[in-house]
């Protein structure tokens, strides 16, 4: 199970979050959203759920599951 949700749709692609993740688990993916960004996916094999990337994206896309 994934540790992160995206909400995606908030999403401005600014990579914050990609430079930011200790475990270099965020990379930007291929689908645009509604707002024309390129939004990000995580890998969960090497998410460890440390929060960082919550902390960090100013627009409160990620959130930390559990
Ligand atoms: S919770 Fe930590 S390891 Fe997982 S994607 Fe966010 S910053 Fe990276
Ligand atoms: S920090 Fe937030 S807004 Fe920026 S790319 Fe990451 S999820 Fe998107």
């Known amino acids: 199970m994934s540790k992160v949700s995206i909400d995606r749709k908030r ?28 939004t990000v996916i995580i890998d969960d094999e090497k998410c460890v759920g440390c929060g960082v990337c919550y902390h960090m994206c100013p627009d409160c896309v990620l959130e930390l599951e559990g």
């Open 11 to 38: 999403c401005k692609g600014c990579g914050i979050c990609i430079r930011e993740c200790p475990k270099k688990a965020i990379s930007f993916g291929e689908e645009l959203n509604e707002k024309g960004y390129k």
